[in-house]
């Protein structure tokens, strides 16, 4: 079932990136008069189609191979490496007929579309959602193993500040953006003392290898349902325990107990747990029980798939902040900004040697796991995923590698620069040789993921 979801769920962000990607060539290509051939959603390689409707000039369809799509405008030299139109003089319905200004708008089309599609998806998100805030009164909790417990970092800590700006809010400590900074510093209270933690300089790649970020929030292991029969239930814990300890081992994050339970199948826990005497009419939070509570011990037997009945509280304070019309615009377009500056900044790092390329780069099989493990978060998070791919997709495209829009691009701005086309046989040699590069890329990102599944 996991393996259908994560096909499914890349198909439909792949649609969606392409479609839109796409259309932004089809549009600006009509509206200056070029004939399209075809609009093709997926590769239909072979002849394979799914599907395909004449309309016009225009043949639509969808190919059979979901890892891209492509739009033939009549007299381009692109990625089909048609040569039927070379013998015959420029048409005026042809790209290559057209003035060098039109043809770079419509080879800028697809990046555009793909800047519009992520700036519309963080727009609606913040106007009907508005701005959540985590407060960073809340201790962290440090994944073991990852590039934060490497720095130092201890569950526990308390973020104080990021390169000397003081923090209000989680958001703010693990922004994606810092990651990009140069000599990124954190500040943190670890045992009553203030200390500086130093980033180490590939922190982007071992982000990326992780798959995590490795921080988050404490979420207090405070429980709320208790199931009638399973084993919490028969030990007397109820609603509104705040897990202590277990076996004597202080716990302090939902994910530790869950940690602890799983692996113990069948064997005795003393799990240490508090309880208010009576019900109170505020929030429930940790710092209350922990201080008007009273503590109990239990043994626990966890049945045979290690679960024992209980389910987590949520008690992380958030703030949400609606937006009106202008500010949603506004919050949208600066979170567009921000994350195609940093996807920009990653490949700077990559490209001079400050990443490794290997770990932070993935191809098809990570974007498919990637875009399964957004959607089992709930359709707001796998929106953002496909938002801040669609820049992702953006950035790649405007490259100056042959056969991406990005050397299309340069090519046709020299051919405005010099007033002439240039020979037949010289784009597609450079056509040919850009097919070449990206298919390359295509096997070497394809075997990357394999080998670091």
Known sequence: MDLINTIFYFIVAIFILVTAHEFGHFITARIFGMRVDRFFIGFDFFGIKLWKKQIGDTEYGIGAFPVGGYVKIAGMVDESLDTNFSATPPQPWEFRAKPAWQRLIVLAGGVGMNMVLAAAVFIGITAIFG?????????????????????????????????????????????????????????????????????????????????????????PPIVDQVLAGE??????????????????????????????????????????????????????????????????????????????????????????????????????LKQTWKTTTMTIQGFTKLFSGQEDIRKSVGGPIKIARMANQSASQGPISFLYFVAVLSISLAVINILPIPALDGGQFVINAIEGIIGRELPFEVKMRIQQVGMAILLAMFAFFMINDIINK
């Open 131 to 219: 701005e959540s805030r985590t407060p960073v009164t809340a201790p962290a909790f440090v994944e073991q193993g990852s590039v934060f417990a490497s720095m130092g970092l201890a569950t526990g800590d308390r973020l104080v500040a990021v390169n000397g700006y003081r923090l209000t809010y989680w958001e703010e400590a693990i922004d994606p953006e810092q990651l990009t900074v140069k000599g990124l510093q954190y500040t943190v209270e670890h045992n009553g003392n203030i200390v500086t933690l130093k980033a180490p300089a590939d922190i982007l790649t071992r982000v990326n290898e992780d798959q995590s970020i490795g921080i988050r929030p404490v979420m």
């Open 231 to 332: 084993p919490a239930s028969k030990a007397g814990i109820r609603s509104g325990a705040l897990i202590t300890a277990i076996d004597g081992k202080p716990v302090i994050d939902w994910t530790e107990v869950v940690g602890i339970i799983s692996k113990s199948k069948g064997r005795k826990l003393a799990v240490t747990w508090m309880q208010l005497p009576s019900p109170v009419a505020g929030p429930l939070t940790a710092e209350l029980i922990r201080n008007q509570g009273q503590s109990v011990t239990t043994e626990v037997v966890p049945n045979k798939t290690g679960k024992i009945g209980i389910s987590l509280k949520q008690t992380i304070a958030t703030e949400r902040r609606k937006l009106g019309a202008v500010e949603s615009v506004s919050s949208g």
